[in-house]
């Protein structure tokens, strides 16, 4: 790996000269010109009435995945472009031009979702038959399957049309709400303005007055802005509820299992072993007050760090141990993950303006990723660069299969990139020698867990809860806040001294419009991989091959009969999940024995 590893990204190797990239303008050009012409395609084309006439539509499959693939490399490109600077006007307009050109290409897609809803049983399977079509089988009669549910084609294509300005619109309106917010923080320098990014950090800060103080400013900011983030949040649901009524959907979560490739059985049963064992969770939680001196924990203090670790770890240190720990699995993770430190895919400055949080993205057309966070040394940040990496070797896995079949659902994708980080969390703790560092890690592990059992649970019941008074009329800020902070007790076991009311309006993925409920996936993900990670320890290196076939197929099943193939399991069972929560618990036990002085 090559030395030293670069802390920003490269996007010129994608589209060269940013937001005034000519390149990328004529890439766009030529896009909206092949949507021009997949459109006339498209509305010429009538639904087949024999095997013979499925023939003639394959040039508009084959134009329908080029433009598809093309709208993602812009979409990413333009949405790498705001977030590493938030003030870049010119990434904001080219988002605008790339969302509308995908609102014109999803009506489009729609008519021909049309063509495949009116084809008969018979001619249907003849079509899927064809050795030109058979490998796209399972994603065609997903969307044949969806077009029956929804609304006329001429209706769906005015919704999306008319989602541009109100439903993407109002996302986007978000992002400029928190683009605008600037807290105040001070230190030995004096008073700085952090951005929304920055003073997140802090929130996390090894110093409990750092991170009390700059939750007070936290929540005080949120609470400014709780006005213009409940109208946003309101018209976005709003948009949605009437959308599913339209085509006569009446469960809010139709849509996001249908996206997850899941069964509502499944996820029941999921969220039904969580709660069966919240009670270690409970443990440990009272457990780690006591190690910080506190009769209970607030929501600031469940992210505090426990233990000593070795300091700050520098990013070349975090590179090389990531590196390290993937090759112990599978050597072609740990090239994969060279490949994306040598090549500056990554974006990890501690700098102002840029977006929050981490993500990792894939451009189909170029064959590469970018993952973006902002990296200050702690084990947390090693944590999520291991998590982006695995989203990206995902991706990497898929890169010869045609695009229909690259589009995997949330649930799995979560699955890879928590199976990497899991990989790493469980090597750090096993190869420390020294018992506050040891600590430290096993508690850093055991904080995935909280989160994903019990934040992500309290978002799924806010979220649930919110849309159905949402049916009732809007629903005001202090509304908001009562059912977050309802819903955090619930999940938490109301085991906090203290709540986060405002987490509805600080929290970006409540606003996403690409994905509804952007919250139960995570969980899904996470309670599969390591489920995964347990099956891996079992049965030693030759898993490593296994787990590649398993995401390679991620795209092509559903959750259900991926697991079933693969594993030979039923996620309806709790036996799966159990043995997931299993491992969980082993680390709480140990987390107790090192800390038992404070029992």
């Not at 929804?150 to 294509?157: A, F």
């Not at 049916?471 to 076991?493: I, R, T």
Request: charged share 25%; net charge negative; with cysteine.
């Amino acid at each position: 790996m090559k030395q030293p590893i670069s802390v920003t990204w490269n996007l010129d190797s994608i589209f060269p000269g940013g937001s005034s990239s000519a390149e990328f303008a004529d890439f766009l050009n030529k896009l909206e010109s092949d949507i021009a012409a997949l459109s006339e395609q498209v509305n010429s084309a009538v639904f087949p009435v024999n095997a013979y006439d499925t023939a003639a539509l394959d040039g508009v499959i084959e134009l329908l995945q080029s433009c598809a693939a093309r709208l993602t490399q812009a979409s990413e490109f333009a949405g790498c472009l705001g977030a590493q600077n938030q003030q870049d006007k010119g990434a904001v307009r080219l988002s605008a031009k790339v969302t509308g050109l995908r609102a014109g290409f999803e009506g489009i897609s729609s008519r021909f979702d049309s063509i495949l809803r009116q084809t008969a049983d018979e001619v249907w399977a003849q079509w899927m038959s064809r050795p030109e079509i058979a490998p796209l089988t399972f994603v065609l009669s997903e969307r044949r399957a969806q077009a029956r549910e929804k609304m006329s084609p001429e209706l769906e294509s005015l919704a999306l049309e008319l989602a541009v300005d109100g439903y993407h619109g109002w996302s986007e309106h978000y992002e400029t709400i928190v683009g605008a917010i600037e807290i105040p923080f001070e230190d030995k320098d004096g008073t700085k303005l952090l951005s929304v990014g920055q003073a997140f950090n802090k929130l996390s800060d090894d110093d409990a007055g750092v991170r009390e103080a700059m939750f007070r400013k936290w929540e005080a900011a949120w609470t400014a802005a709780e006005d213009y983030s409940a109208d946003t949040l309101n018209h976005l649901a709003g948009f949605r509820l009437k959308l599913y009524k339209g085509r006569g959907w009446e469960d809010v979560l139709k849509e996001p299992l249908a996206i997850n490739r899941m069964s509502r059985a499944t996820l029941d049963m999921m969220w039904e072993v969580i709660t069966r064992n919240k009670p270690a969770l409970v443990s440990y939680l009272q457990r780690k007050a006591r190690v910080l001196g506190k009769d209970s924990l607030s929501w600031v203090d469940v992210d505090a760090p426990v233990g000593k670790s070795s300091g700050k770890i520098p990013y070349e240190t975090a590179a090389q141990d990531i590196v390290t720990q993937f090759r112990k699995f599978s050597p072609k993770l740990a090239d994969f993950a060279e490949q994306a430190f040598d090549n500056d895919w990554i974006e990890v400055e501690d700098r102002p303006a840029k977006r929050p949080g981490g993500f990792c993205v894939s451009f189909p057309e170029s064959k590469e990723s970018r993952i973006f966070m902002t990296y200050s040394g702690t084990p947390a940040n090693v944590s999520t660069l291991a998590h982006e990496l695995g989203h990206a070797y995902h991706s990497f896995l898929l890169d010869d299969q045609p695009f229909f079949n690259q589009n995997y659902a949330m649930n799995v994708a979560e699955t890879a990139s928590t199976f990497a980080e899991v990989i790493v969390a469980d090597a750090q703790v096993k190869a420390s020698s020294d018992a506050d560092e040891k600590l430290a890690l096993l508690e850093a592990k055991i904080q995935n867990s909280v989160a994903f059992f019990m934040n992500i649970h309290a978002r799924f019941l806010f979220e649930t809860r919110f849309y159905e008074k949402r049916k009732e009329g809007l629903v005001n800020a202090e509304e908001l806040s009562v059912l977050m902070e309802e819903a955090q007790k619930e999940a938490f076991c109301d085991v906090l001294s203290e709540y986060h009311p405002h987490f509805w309006a600080s929290k970006l993925h409540f606003y996403i419009t690409d994905v509804p409920f952007y919250n139960f996936p995570y969980t899904v993900g996470y309670m599969f991989s390591t489920g995964l990670y347990r099956l891996a320890l079992e049965e030693g290196s030759s898993f490593a091959d296994k787990y590649d076939s398993l995401l390679r197929d991620t795209g092509v099943m559903t959750l259900e009969d991926l697991v079933m193939k693969h594993l030979g399991v039923d996620l309806t069972k709790p036996d799966f999940w159990q043995g997931a929560v299993d491992l969980i618990v082993e680390d709480i036990n140990e987390f107790l024995r090192l800390t038992e002085q404070f029992a």
